[in-house]
């Protein structure tokens, strides 16, 4: 087995290779004036067990595409120098939520990007909480693992005040499925009952609307969960509906922390007392990075070192 990282997510590859037990494999990256560049593998892939670790989301000096194509040439580097089999660990995978067409004409680029992976020989594609589960592994043909919020949260599912009961939110109908399993999650590692609720809500042209807020929320401690925050406007609105119904604290959890846009109001005020998202992307947008107050990072390491060891002896 050998696990690489492209430069953009060194960090990422470093915890999982050393929660796997090993040092990462050496790349040598090249930058060339016109914008190309040139990643080749610094030892022999051939007959190798191959992961490549890289989170495509848009930084400052690389954008997503420029992190797609690096690892897709990547991975087509290593099967061409006779790698056996050649995994994508991907934590947050660009354009998940891009699996249905809204408009008239519009394109299916999960489905796209799926073909893209599969054009270069893609053998298994490994990524953390997208947005449609089904549509994920429906536009793939190579083998996929989907890693569920609750695997990297399992430690912090003991966080809450005992004394207060505690109720899992999902802030629109399409993350009830989500929420759910990360309520069963949760009742099985506290032993106790969990609460469930949920708000709808509709999104067109970026604006949201939100009807009905669901559940019982007196006294509670709620626990809002969904698969990414961008502006935090869908968290505070619904952080906003638990407050009304009698919340005593509402937290917020996320796989992927894109913080798009003013983000103040998600860390300010008396809405939200924490936020927890993951690793799978830099916190480079919030103005102090991780150290703005009532934010965690949780890693990620840990739950795909564990899917790469079980992978590598054929174990899903």
């Known amino acids: 087995m050998q696990v690489f990282a492209l430069n953009e997510s060194l960090h990422l590859g470093q915890g999982i290779a050393a929660s796997i037990g090993i040092d990462l494999s050496e790349l040598e990256h090249r930058d060339f004036s016109d914008g190309e560049s040139k990643i080749r593998p610094m030892v022999s892939v051939r007959g190798q067990d191959v992961y490549v670790v890289q989170s495509l989301f848009a930084e400052p000096d690389l954008g997503v595409h420029d992190k797609l194509g690096r690892l897709l040439f990547l991975i087509a580097t290593m099967r061409d120098h006779g790698a056996a089999r050649v995994t994508a660990v991907v934590p947050y995978l660009a354009y998940a939520r891009k699996d249905r067409r809204t408009k008239p004409r519009d394109p299916l680029t999960t489905r796209y990007v799926a073909q893209l992976f599969e054009a270069v020989r893609c053998d298994c594609i490994v990524t953390l909480e997208v947005h ?152 480079y947008r919030l103005p102090l990075g991780d150290k703005t107050a009532r934010f965690e990072i949780a890693t990620t390491a840990q739950v795909f070192a564990d899917t790469v060891k079980r992978l590598s002896i054929g174990q899903r």
């Open 132 to 283: 449609n589960t089904a549509a994920f592994e429906n536009a793939f043909r190579c083998q996929t693992v989907h890693l569920e919020l609750g695997d990297v949260f399992r430690e912090k599912m003991s966080w809450q005040d005992d004394s207060q009961r505690l109720v899992v939110v999902s802030p629109d109908p399409g993350g009830v499925k989500r929420a759910q399993l990360f309520r069963e999650a949760l009742e099985q590692r506290l032993g106790q009952p969990v609460g469930f609720g949920f708000m709808d809500k509709r999104r067109s042209a970026g604006l949201m609307t939100h009807g009905e807020m669901t559940g019982d929320f007196a006294g509670a401690s709620v626990l809002i969960v969904d698969d990414m925050i961008a502006s935090g406007g869908t968290m505070l609105t619904a952080a906003g509906e638990c407050r009304q119904r009698g919340a005593a604290k509402v937290y917020a959890m996320a796989a992927h922390g894109l913080f798009t846009g003013d983000t103040t109001a998600l860390f300010s005020g008396d809405l939200i007392e924490r936020v927890f998202v993951t690793d799978s992307i830099a916190p």
